[in-house]
């Protein structure tokens, strides 16, 4: 492994100012995936924040009825936390679903959001990869495309985006904190990210000496609520396809609808054109069927993904029928 | 490759490992498994994919599992390791040689030292991916051991004889 500075930081503007201070030098969470990425020498930071000793440990309610998350809260305690077990089900269904038990005791909120894709060409120095090497090409196209992305990709780039709990994230409204030296500034997690287009290297809107020094949610929305993932081993797998879902459904039509896909595109996709057909709708399978097609209108599946389109429609209806039939009976 | 600012620096880093204060002279580099195995010479502990995917190098730190090849040991600076060697005399070893939970054995201090720290998260109420109700405790069945073992591969294929080991240690140890 390329050798590194490391810097243990005791508060948020020590270490937006160490990182500040070398172009190379990177936050670090819980490692389970940077340090992956250093050893493989895919990235390869002069200087290591660590940023696991800020105050950035809690999850508190908010005034508003929501609940907002420390960076460094851990995956574990995220998805254990009184709190989301009860209030976000989804999300503890979702951080629950991604990883294994050791991984979630040291991956940390803000380094899930901020985790690479596990694109095989991307890790691999030997191939050409425009995310890890601008301008030389994607040999994923033309390779091993199971778990590559059918939306929102390009030319230049067809990863996908591999968190479960950004997908609930995305389903759930949440917003991300963004602190620096000179401000805080939240936006939602959908717009943490960027399509790739002719810059797949650039996959945030953090900028440089930024910090995610928290993840805000709003009040839950109402209604029953599911994370499912479809993987090809039953545990410890990035998903083929994953459906975070909320809905709620009042005389007859759907009230509420929250659809965040995954698995399927370069970030958590939150599906709003499935969403605005379906408010207002009779949740019927059909109905289902129709805003998930809709969805996946512009898709531009290759021949080793192709099957995610009837898998990610055949998952969203499976979701939305048992979350409808909760609905009713509850 | 960007040019090296400064030559590789050797640091102490203080950890408690199995209960005993240590000092090691280590780079920030170094893994926290590699600390345990070649600079303390403890090698139960094992180093199977170097990259998080097997379990193999599971240790408990502060009584929680992780995967010490993915953990750099600096970042561990004050806190306590506990091995397979430090684990023991526990229930857990015992099953796994009455249950066979093992073949060749590589994977097993990874397997009890997860099993531990996996116990000590049920005993604590933590739901899993196959827990219907995240909101309510969930009994220890064979599907949750499996899910919440998911993370310790064993390639001789000793998984039920694994289930069974925690499963007739399950709920009376944390």
């Not at chain 1, 995936?33 to 020498?41: A, E, I, K, P």
């Not at chain 1, 960027?194 to 709003?218: F, K, N, Q, W, Y």
Request: glycine fraction near 10%.
């Amino acid at each position: 492994m390329r050798p590194f500075d490391y810097e243990r930081a005791t508060d948020v503007a020590q270490a937006v100012t160490l990182v500040a201070e070398r172009p190379e030098a990177r936050f670090l969470g819980g490692g389970t995936n940077l340090v992956d990425l250093v050893r493989r020498g895919v990235e390869t930071p002069d200087r290591l924040i660590d940023v696991t000793g800020l105050p950035l440990t809690e999850v508190e309610a908010t005034q508003d009825g929501g609940v907002r998350v420390g960076a460094v809260v851990t995956n574990a305690d995220l998805a254990h936390h009184p709190l989301v077990r009860s209030h976000y089900p989804l999300l503890s269904q979702a951080v629950l679903a991604g990883a294994s038990g050791q991984l979630r005791t040291m991956a940390t909120v803000g380094g899930n959001l901020l985790q690479r894709t596990r694109c095989p060409y991307f890790t691999d120095l030997t191939m050409a990869c425009n995310k890890r090497v601008p301008g030389s090409g994607c040999a994923a196209r033309e390779g091993f495309t199971r778990y590559a992305a059918v939306l929102g990709t390009s030319e230049q780039c067809i990863a996908a985006h591999a968190s479960d709990m950004a997908v609930a994230l995305a389903a759930l409204d949440a917003r991300v904190e963004l602190t620096s030296a000179h401000r805080v500034r939240e936006v939602a997690v959908t717009d943490l990210y960027r399509l790739p287009g002719e810059t797949p290297h650039l996959e945030t809107v953090v900028s440089r000496g930024e910090l995610i020094t928290a993840v805000v949610l709003p009040p839950p929305p109402r209604g029953p609520s599911r994370y499912r993932k479809v993987r090809d081993r039953a545990s410890y797998a990035f998903a083929l396809v994953s459906v975070a879902a909320v809905l709620g459904v009042e005389d007859g039509r759907v009230t509420t609808l929250r659809l965040g896909l995954g698995g399927i595109a370069p970030k958590p996709w939150r599906a709003a054109a499935a969403e605005t057909l379906l408010v207002g709708s009779e949740p019927t399978d059909e109905a289902f069927s129709a805003a998930i097609d809709l969805e996946l209108v512009d898709a531009k599946p290759l021949p080793g993904n192709a099957f995610k389109i009837d898998l990610t429609r055949r998952t969203v209806v499976a979701v939305l029928r048992r979350l409808r039939d909760e609905a009713v009976t509850t | 490759m960007t040019d090296l600012v400064a030559p590789p620096v050797a640091r102490p880093v203080h950890l408690v490992v199995n209960g005993v204060p240590t000092t090691l002279e280590i780079e920030p580099r170094v893994s926290l498994l590699d600390a345990i195995r070649e600079h303390l010479h403890l090698t139960g502990t094992k180093k199977g994919c170097n990259q998080g995917a097997c379990g193999a190098c599971t240790v408990l730190v502060d009584g929680r599992r992780i995967v010490s090849c993915l953990a750099l040991a600096v970042q561990y600076e004050g806190r306590e390791v506990t091995t397979i060697e430090g684990v023991g005399p526990h229930p857990l070893q015992d099953a796994f040689v009455r249950f066979d939970g093992l073949q060749c054995g590589y994977c097993t201090p990874g397997q009890i030292c997860s099993a531990i720290g996996m116990l000590t998260e049920h005993d604590g109420g933590a739901p899993s991916a196959v827990s219907d109700d995240v909101a309510s405790p969930a009994a220890l069945t064979r599907n949750e051991i499996r899910e919440r073992m998911s993370g310790n591969l064993c390639r001789c294929g000793a998984y039920n004889g694994i289930v069974d080991a925690i499963e007739s240690v399950g709920g009376k140890s944390g």
